[in-house]
């Protein structure tokens, strides 16, 4: 089982329709995919489901089948984390339906981090219980591949999430924000992986499945979709110059006599268009742009874009399995 989580710690860079796009992209190619959706804000879910269904998750009692039910034990001192429910969301999709009240996570998870270092069990079970939870909901449904979505920010949610993953995919836009985003992800990445290792010596239990200190950065994708076509080009050429460097320095902390231009840039994995009114209509339709048909509204040149979009997906998802070794059918 291979777990990638796309992270970016500046909002609206498009994570969520990236993880939405990509488990319909490769459950076509024929990889049984299982999307989980780690973020307090439950986007992902909500591209997935339609009300109806997510009123019967989200009932005003407990909800038995969303992340937070999995983790209600732990919440409540009585227990270990709930075998997990599978959404079946399609043919070779699952969804880990998200929830609203998983912010209630966020203090447990901060005050079990040092405790691990004093080797308490009970701390283990709380940090690794995203990857547990993963690991059971792959097992049940004998998925390849876990895609998880979470939240804008560096907080103890993310950082549980982001250690259960054995890969980062990061989505970036060119401006300011995104490379200020990428000088503080970068370094974060790094001390929570080298603190997990640390932790993982201090381990009680070696029955205990915990996630290695993977997190291996697979690269950048560079998103479009901000780009204001009132602003001229260069603008954002400016900060697109500026990537690959910044992403070596913060990300990889390596150092590079000559570091190549982001066209050529082996650590970029796409260079995403703006999709324009075809990720609206998609949204509307339930369906990813690539699935839109001329009765979903996409006609004409709508139908032609949404076929291009298939082999921009197709084309990053064959650049992500080739960085994070999926084996593709
Ligand atoms: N390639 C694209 N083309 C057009 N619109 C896009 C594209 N990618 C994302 N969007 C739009 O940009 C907005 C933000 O996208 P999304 O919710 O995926 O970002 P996010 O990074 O998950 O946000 P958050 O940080 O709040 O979780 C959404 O309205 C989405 O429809
Ligand atoms: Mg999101």
């Not at 998870?109 to 690991?135: M, N, Q, T």
């Not at 290695?212 to 950065?217: E, F, R």
């Not at 609206?280 to 040149?301: C, H, Q, S, V, Y």
């Not at 949404?306 to 059918?329: H, M, N, S, W």
């Amino acid at each position: 089982m291979k777990t990638i989580v796309f992270f970016n710690n500046k909002g609206g860079v498009g994570k969520t329709s990236l993880v939405y796009h990509l488990a319909w992209m490769y459950a076509d190619m024929g990889v049984n995919v299982v999307a989980a959706d780690l973020d307090p804000q439950a986007n992902l879910t909500s591209m997935f489901l339609d009300e109806d269904r997510l009123e019967e998750l989200w009932p005003d009692e407990s909800h038995t089948d969303t992340i937070l039910g999995f983790i209600e034990p732990i919440l409540k001192g009585i227990g270990d984390i709930a075998y997990p429910h599978v959404e079946d969301v399609g043919d070779n999709v699952g969804l880990i339906v998200g929830d609203l009240g998983l912010s209630v996570f966020e203090d447990k998870l901060s005050d079990a981090w040092p405790r691990c270092h004093d080797g308490d069990e009970a701390a283990f079970r709380i940090i690794s219980a995203f990857y547990r939870i993963l690991h059971k909901a792959t097992e049940s449904r004998e998925a390849d591949l876990a895609l998880i979505d979470v939240g804008p920010n560096l907080g103890a949610i993310n950082r549980a999430a982001i250690i259960a993953a054995q890969h980062v995919v990061i989505p970036l836009a060119p401006d300011l924000f995104s490379l200020q985003g990428l000088k503080n992800l970068g370094p974060t990445l790094r001390r929570w992986r080298s603190e997990w290792r640390d932790r993982l010596k201090r381990n009680p239990n070696p029955d205990l499945i915990l996630p290695g200190a993977d997190m291996i950065p697979a690269g950048y994708i560079l998103m479009q979709h901000d780009i204001r076509l009132d602003r001229p080009v260069k603008a954002y050429g400016k900060w697109m110059a500026r990537i690959p460097s910044i992403y070596r320095e913060s990300v990889t902390a390596e150092s590079a006599a000559v570091v190549p231009t982001l066209d050529k840039d082996s650590y970029c994995l796409s260079t995403l268009k703006h999709y324009r009114s075809l990720m609206p209509m998609a949204m509307e339709a339930r369906k990813p742009i690539f699935f839109l048909k001329p009765a979903d509204g996409a006609i004409g040149a709508h139908m032609y874009s949404a076929q291009r979009c298939y082999t921009d997906f197709k084309e990053l998802a064959e650049a992500i399995a080739g960085k994070c070794g999926i084996v593709l059918p």
